[in-house]
């Protein structure tokens, strides 16, 4: 997928919570030298409120609502972004056709539940909420993993990149960058 062209596309990065979308996405911003919008941050701007509080005063659907909002309004932007997507974006329906559809290459970010449980803290992620975020991890990624494979022009583990590198969410970074410019890439 990446060629000439994806210098002039925006890069959504999709995956489940706590793959890097927001620090590698900021990251791999810089190194393309093109502005940065967390769909997250977006949404609870607009809210007034925090993911979590939204959730719990709101539901669900109202916070999909305003994902679902904030997507459309960066995907129709016309400068080239980097976009962290939430998570869940990919739940919707409108979300995977809006991304198929965009001017975008879309970089699904992977992997395991374990790794990601060990890295996410779950009072802040109102789905992993009970006992075992590990669990709750692997039952979203076998629900969301065929709509990641739909969407994704690109997938990415990024497991390797934390096991041998000092700075593993800017070598992440920098590899995605040459997948989505075309440059030849440096193996983990």
Not at 81 to 88: D, I, K, N, Q, R
Not at 173 to 184: C, D, E, F, K, S
């Amino acid at each position: 997928m990446a060629d000439q062209g994806a210098r002039d596309r925006h890069v959504v990065l999709v995956g489940l919570m706590g793959v890097g979308k927001s620090t590698v996405g900021r990251r791999l911003a810089k190194e393309l030298a093109r502005p940065f919008a967390d769909v997250d941050e977006q949404v609870e701007l607009r809210a007034g409120l925090v993911i979590p509080r939204l959730f719990e005063e709101r539901g669900e659907e109202a916070f999909r609502t305003l994902e679902a909002e904030v997507l459309a309004d960066l995907l129709d932007r016309p400068e080239p972004l980097v976009v962290a997507a939430g998570g869940g974006a990919v739940t919707r329906a409108e979300n995977r056709a809006r991304l198929r559809a965009a001017r975008a290459v879309v970089v699904w970010l992977q992997a395991s539940p374990a790794f990601l449980a060990a890295r996410t803290d779950p009072t802040h992620r109102p789905l992993l909420a009970g006992d075992d975020p590990a669990g709750a991890l692997a039952r979203l990624l076998a629900e969301r993993r065929p709509l990641y494979e739909e969407v994704a022009d690109l997938a990415v583990d990024v497991e390797p990149f934390h096991q041998g590198d000092e700075k593993p969410k800017r070598a992440l970074a920098r590899h995605i960058a040459a997948l989505v410019t075309g440059t030849p890439v440096a193996s983990p």
